[in-house]
């Protein structure tokens, strides 16, 4: 065994020793972002996109606080779909935006994230849910369910492993039938009874699965699939990550069923929302930057600011 140093005090002429503490765990010297980069990059006003003098008038309306309302949206001339395609996007567009305007039924986002080896083995259930509440930020609920019996399997090869990750709250694990009754009683409440919109990306996956847990919808259940949405705007891009990078919309955990519930919700609401649309340029056809499989950054970018005229806040 490892002997300790010990120091030595007088205490009324008294010799006193104290064993030092052992301490295997040297906790490491930070070093900051600074010391990296002693010398930014400038910062430099990125390229304005050429727009139509149609959307420009459109996007000043917005900027200056007037309301834009559906019927000044649609009747719009700012509109350039894909060519050949005009008609069935504006038609698919005013489906979904009808489906969340008024705000007057439940929303309820579903992911499900499946084993990589074994696509039959659903290994977590994820919930978002949006009640008809009037409140200035949306309050929904995020519930995160992990299959007990499919605890062990994880996924790495294809996509990561964030079982372990969800950003909002208690993840539950239960037994995946209990996790079908719970689904099958959300779905009912709030889906069929109060006529309420199911959300997914790439909503046919998430139905495949439902099917394989024993669970029917009735064919009159509103549904809204954010990637068929996603491809109205752009012809590449189309992850959940992606959309959510198009969006400025931070995120993190991509791949923990929860979490991509709630960020698909978040896509959702802002696809159908017309002043997200015009702001983002979302009505004019045109390829993503946003490609890569995971949209985080490894670290904050810093830049100097020598003219903060430049940001144009």
């Not at 990059?41 to 727009?51: D, L, T």
Request: charged share 25%.
């Amino acid at each position: 065994m490892k002997r300790l140093m010990s120091s030595v005090s007088y205490r009324n002429g008294a010799k006193v020793t104290k064993p030092r503490k052992a301490s295997s765990f040297k906790a490491p010297v930070a070093t900051s972002l600074y010391d990296k980069a002693r010398v930014f990059p400038k910062f430099e006003k990125a390229q304005e996109s050429i727009v139509s003098p149609v959307l420009h008038d459109l996007k000043s309306y917005i900027k200056e606080g007037n309301t834009l309302t559906l019927e000044k949206y649609f009747t719009s001339r700012h509109f350039k779909f894909k060519e050949g395609s005009e008609e069935s996007s504006m038609n698919a567009l005013k489906d979904a935006i009808s489906l969340f305007n008024p705000r007057s039924r439940p929303i309820v986002a579903i992911d499900c994230e499946a084993y990589e080896r074994e696509h039959h083995n659903i290994t977590e259930i994820g919930i978002a849910i949006l009640r008809p509440v009037p409140t200035a930020v949306p309050q929904i609920d995020a519930v995160h369910i992990i299959i007990k019996e499919h605890l062990h399997k994880r996924n790495s090869k294809y996509v990561p492993d964030n079982k372990d990750q969800f950003l909002h709250g208690t993840s539950y694990m239960m037994k995946e039938k209990d996790a079908i009754s719970l689904l099958k009683q959300v779905l009912d409440k709030y889906i069929v009874k109060q006529n309420g919109v199911m959300v997914g990306h790439s909503i046919s996956s998430e139905i495949k699965y439902f099917k394989s847990l024993g669970i029917e919808l009735p064919n009159t259940v509103k549904t809204l699939d954010t990637l068929k949405l996603h491809k109205i705007g752009r012809s590449n891009g189309g992850s959940l990550g992606g959309c959510l990078k198009l969006l400025d919309l931070p995120c993190s955990y991509l791949h923990n069923a929860g979490n991509d519930a709630y960020y698909t919700l978040l896509v959702a609401l802002s696809y159908c929302d017309p002043v997200v649309r015009v702001v983002k340029d979302l009505d004019i056809y045109s390829s993503s930057q946003f490609t890569g499989k995971y949209p985080h950054d490894s670290m904050t970018a810093f830049v100097e600011v020598e003219d903060v005229s430049l940001l144009n806040l």
